[in-house]
């Protein structure tokens, strides 16, 4: 079967434990302000222009069937992304490093064998696969035949999810999977809705099944200042997991705007935020640490 | 003395004045020099070295333990010039009187410093077990016994060459005696009781290593300092391989614990202070930028020269070595974290996890600790001659130069350019940029001047090869390649042995100081170079392997899967540097993949290269030879200069430009991440390589934290249980490494591993930092 990949990064050492090979798929239901991925978020492929290394060659004018690559009368570069179906002939052509194409079509044996290729390192680092995204959940059929494929290796399956998918549609999945990372935004529901364009409530009901499944949980929360950095709702988090059994750790990341950049590439634009300080990110810390849930600032 | 007294002393030195000058040694020879000079060779350098050493100042300084100092002056203008002077009155000479004299040498800049009459080589290790296990007096009454039997025959070189060792034993002895006469008349001085009953220990210590052997953790490492002072300042024969360290000290470190007369800390200071003492007489700079000013001003010998100490590895059999002494060493180097010594850690399957941490974690502070696999060095050596007891021994006596302490002769060196035999297969053996001109046309292909220093350094051509036109497929290209590998490591040997009969000749009853303490030069009244040790080896670095690599996969690709160009037609925009179409170096350095990235057609010419190199390196390899070829992967900082004799290759590397360096990728092309780098490199076939660095750096967010540490000790561990050979790193960002070259009052002591020596970042030159700098960054 085929999934839908924006890349696949090796030795990934923060999305999960040891040395990993992490997929991140391309597509997302939600749309997170903040998305540091941002060129995962569409489910269709995307071409990646770096201005700043075009050097008005022209190839890709002549490469696109669909004439959506041009260079105006004053040297400009444009090119009509709005009409692109991702065939990926310029990014061929272009000899610079000025285009990419994110979103290829990889089949789930592709996907095994690469993360195979570490398979020792992550014995000896206690690693394994991790499949990100986007929303690996949008392709969950995909994502269970890959993780069958490393599992009859003995390779540790980590899930990176945001959960807002039906749990009929997905629960199957969980036979294969050792981990999931799973993403908190907040737990006002309005906030979450203004922020990320959905609703939490099935997200919480998701995660509250979760903890009844044989499966570790690493819980996420990006800190977002002036969206989800107050100890109300860390603390309101705090209260939802401290019943779950399985939740290894808590895991605060703070708000940092690498995704601006990239986002600008594939022509968004996202609002920039302010990153929180180290002490603000240990205040809020310490609303899961006096629950006795292991928490770390990454 | 204490860490603490130790890190005050470490940072005055970062503020030391590089004009500092040990002048006394220039003194001293200036004015021995008429005194002997109607003596032969040896006994006229045991002469020099007896006058110097009776001489230069003795004295100590507060709170040390380790005794051995030299005074050093910032010389006055016209001290400097009579210094500077001396190097062009003994050198100014043709360069075929140079090879008389001499025979060979390492670098115009090494040259400089030389006395004609009393030189060393450096780069070697001596029979450190040997000299605690007998001392000086030992050695001295070996030499007294070959002399006796050489009395009622006529063999007057011999003889001298005894005489001379003798010489050499008493006057380091007398050196060492007039520490104890020193210690004495401060112990007298001395108002603190404490400090007065050190000293006079001390005195009690110098009197008894001044001939006998040492009788404990102290006084073997007081001996070994003597011998490294006299050896690095006053003999200029720096670059030693200590060898296993925490080997030969345990049993003196064990009797001491056991008898309760040592605690761990103190063994610990101990060698924190003797770590201290190799760094304290080097001067603030970097040989290897020779556009320093540091280094254009030096009038010192072994300056800059680091010592190699082997740690861990697998004992003879097959048995894990390491053991508490292992631990403190590499404790000690964590702690200072200076550029000297250079540890080297010998790991192997197995290696105990405690130990195993202790290392990455020191190494990810950037200690100067680097690790070698004993699972790949031990086989790759006894391929190339070196008996399975002595591969166990091996250790390092220049910067990737495998080495077998006191048995072995000092460094000799072949830089091997691996693509220069690429470029010729391209061409039917000619090199499009020989114009003939700047090459002395000579039978033996190497000019004179490449042959005493070991490089490559012009355009030489090679032997006739199939046209390109002709070629079908790789393999056509890759015989040829194989046929000018052969061809150039042919013609070196041949050239070698023609030199090395001269130099038979040349040196016949020279001595050097190193002689006194090698297996088989005393018994066999021979330098080591002329064929006094069991061992003699050229080390051939080859250089630029993943240039070569990659050129082998644009080709394949372009030429022979798609058909994109011809050979020819590639060939011809290679020889004119793209002229015509620049386009295709770009699309050849962009859009052909890279080595570095396990991508396996890709990585598989890796083993193909190699294995040509290895077998066409064995092939001028014989038994009746008396230096052997030791292929090693290390082009050390000269991947650049290498470049400027080569025309464009198929990587899209333009003409001039600099090839790969070491073992690493092409820069920048690995993109994959740290894994994907270490199994493309772990498919190079070492066991038949016996040497060259692995340089990494890593963002310190991939590594912080105890789940960092796991990380980076899983990585190594799983790179070296692949086949990997070495790996030395550095933990720092590119931002960190931008903001040291502005601000370099903040970064004093940031200290990078370069290739198989260290530097301080700071005192590095622009173009070194720089190459620090476009490093790939993994994160």
Redesign the interface.
């Known amino acids: 079967m085929l999934g839908l990949i924006s890349r696949v990064?090796?030795?990934?050492?923060n999305d999960g434990?040891?040395?990993r090979t992490t997929v991140f798929v391309k597509g997302c239901n939600l749309s997170c302000q903040w998305c540091h991925n941002p060129e995962t978020n569409n489910k269709r492929p995307e071409v990646i222009f770096y201005e700043q290394n075009c050097t008005l060659?022209g190839k890709c004018i002549s490469a696109c069937p669909k004439s959506l690559h041009q260079i105006t009368e004053n040297g400009i570069k444009t090119f009509d992304r709005k009409n692109c179906d991702g065939c990926g002939k310029c990014v061929e052509a272009c000899?610079?490093?000025a285009l990419e194409l994110v979103g290829t079509q990889m089949d789930s044996q592709h996907i095994a064998d690469i993360a195979l290729?570490?398979l020792?390192?992550y014995k000896?680092?206690?690693?394994g696969l991790t499949i990100s995204g986007g929303e690996a959940l949008l392709q969950k059929d995909w994502v269970k035949e890959v993780f069958e494929k490393t599992k009859t290796h003995g390779i540790h399956n980590a899930l990176d999810t945001a959960f807002n998918v039906k749990w009929e549609e997905i629960q199957d999945l969980f036979e294969v999977v050792d981990l999931v990372l799973l993403d908190s935004k907040c737990m006002n529901d309005e906030m979450h809705k203004r922020y990320t364009g959905v609703s939490n409530k099935q997200i919480l009901e998701n995660a509250k099944k979760l903890s009844k499944l044989d499966v570790d949980i690493i819980v996420r929360i990006p800190v977002i200042t002036g969206v989800n950095d107050t100890l109300e709702n860390m603390k309101e988090t705090a209260e939802f997991l401290s019943g779950f059994e399985n939740l290894l750790q808590v895991e605060l990341l703070p708000y940092h705007s690498y995704g601006i950049e990239k986002g600008k590439c594939i022509g968004k634009e996202n609002p920039v935020f302010e990153t929180p300080t180290h002490e603000h990110m240990f205040h809020l810390n310490h609303c899961f640490t006096e629950k006795n849930i292991k928490s770390i600032v990454v | 003395m204490a860490s603490k007294a130790i890190k005050n002393k470490v940072n005055e030195w970062f503020d030391k004045d590089y004009r500092l000058t040990f002048y006394e040694r220039i003194e001293y020879l200036i004015e021995s020099e008429p005194l002997f000079e109607n003596l032969s060779y040896a006994p006229r350098y045991g002469k020099t070295l007896e006058y110097i050493l009776k001489r230069v100042s003795v004295f100590i300084q507060p709170e040390e333990k380790l005794i051995g100092s030299v005074k050093e002056v910032i010389p006055t203008e016209d001290e400097y010039e009579k210094g500077a002077a001396l190097t062009k009155d003994w050198w100014t000479i043709p360069l075929e009187e140079i090879q008389q004299k001499i025979s060979w040498f390492y670098s115009y800049g090494w040259l400089k410093r030389r006395a004609p009459w009393f030189y060393s080589f450096g780069h070697l290790g001596l029979l450190w077990e040997e000299m605690l296990e007998k001392g000086l007096g030992g050695f001295k009454q070996k030499a007294e016994n070959n002399l006796q039997n050489l009395r009622g025959t006529e063999n007057k070189e011999a003889k001298e060459f005894l005489e001379g060792a003798i010489l050499c034993y008493d006057a380091m002895s007398l050196f060492i005696l007039r520490y104890a006469d020193c210690v004495k008349e401060e112990a007298e001085k001395c108002s603190d009781k404490v400090r007065a009953e050190e000293l006079k220990r001390l005195e009690d210590i110098c009197k008894h290593i001044s001939y006998h052997a040492p009788r404990n953790l102290h006084e073997a490492l007081q001996l070994l300092w003597f011998i490294t002072l006299i050896f690095m300042k006053v003999a200029g024969c720096g670059v030693l391989d200590y060898g296993r360290m925490d080997q030969y000290l345990y049993p003196f470190y064990k009797k001491d614990i056991d008898k309760g007369e040592l605690t761990k800390q103190e063994a610990l200071d101990l060698i924190t202070e003797f770590y201290y003492k190799n760094n304290e007489i080097m001067a603030p700079t970097d040989h290897m930028s020779q556009e320093l000013e540091a280094v254009l001003y030096n009038l010192e010998v072994a300056y800059d020269d680091p010592n190699y100490i082997m740690i861990g590895g697998l004992l003879e059999g097959g048995k894990p070595g390491v053991n508490e002494l292992s631990y403190l060493f590499i404790e000690a180097a964590h702690d200072l974290k200076l550029r000297n010594p250079f540890v080297v850690v010998r790991y192997y399957d197995g290696i105990e996890d405690a130990f195993w941490h202790k290392v990455c974690e020191a190494m990810r502070d950037n200690a100067t600790i680097v690790i070698y696999n004993d699972m790949t060095m031990i086989e790759a050596l006894q391929k190339y001659g070196i008996d399975e007891k002595d591969a166990y021994e091996y250790g390092f006596y220049g910067c990737n130069d495998p080495h077998i302490s006191g048995k072995q002769s000092g460094l000799r060196q072949l830089w091997f350019n691996l693509v220069l035999p690429l470029v010729l297969a391209l061409n039917e053996g000619k090199n499009p940029l020989n114009l003939g001109n700047d090459i002395d046309s000579n039978e033996l292909l190497y000019t004179l001047e490449d042959r005493m220093i070991g490089l490559m350094s012009k355009p030489y051509s090679g032997v006739e090869s199939m046209p390109v036109r002709e070629m079908k497929s790789l393999d056509d290209l890759l015989e040829a390649y194989r046929t000018q590998v052969r061809f150039l490591l042919e013609k070196y040997r041949e050239a070698f042995e023609k030199d090395f009969a001269l130099e038979k000749k040349c040196n016949n009853g020279r001595i050097r100081i190193e002689d006194c303490f090698m297996e088989g030069t005393i018994e066999n009244q021979i330098t080591w170079n002329d064929g006094g040790t069991k061992y003699h080896h050229i080390i051939v670095q080859g250089s630029g392997l993943a240039t070569v690599i990659d050129s082998l996969a644009a080709i394949k690709k372009q030429v022979f899967m798609d058909g994109a160009i011809t050979l020819e037609a590639l060939v011809c925009q290679l020889n004119s540097n793209y002229q015509d179409d620049p386009?295709l170096q770009?699309?050849l350095k962009?859009?052909v993949d890279k080595f570095g990235n396990?991508i396996d057609w890709v990585d598989a010419f890796a083993a193909k290269v190699v294995d040509i190199f290895c077998d066409e390196v064995e092939n001028v390899n014989q038994k009746d030879y008396t230096y052997w070829l030791l292929p090693t992967l290390s082009s050390d900082r000269d991947f650049t200069s290498m470049g400027r004799i080569l025309t464009s290759t198929p990587d899209g590397r333009k003409t001039g430009d600099g090839i790969s360096e070491n073992q690493s990728p092409s820069t920048g092309a690995d993109q994959?991440?740290?894994?994907?780098l270490l199994?493309s490199v772990a498919k190079i076939p070492f066991n038949r390589i016996t040497g060259g660095p692995l340089n990494i750096r890593i963002h310190p967010s991939?590594?912080k934290g105890d789940?960092?540490l796991?990380?980076l000790?899983?990585?190594f561990?799983?790179f070296f249980?692949?086949g990997g050979l070495q790996i030395q790193l550095n933990v720092v960002s590119k931002e960190d490494l931008l903001e040291a070259q502005q601000k370099p009052e903040k970064y004093k002591n940031l200290c990078i591993r370069v290739t198989g020596y260290s530097a301080y970042f700071v005192q590095m030159g622009k173009k070194a930092q720089d190459e620090v700098i476009n490093r790939t960054e993994?994160h």
């Open positions: 990064q090796r030795f990934s050492v434990p040891g040395i060659c000899i610079y490093g290729k570490d020792k390192y000896n680092s206690g690693g | 386009e770009i699309m962009n859009k396990d994959n991440g740290l894994t994907a199994n991939a590594v789940k960092g796991e990380i000790k899983a990585a561990r799983t249980e692949d993994q």
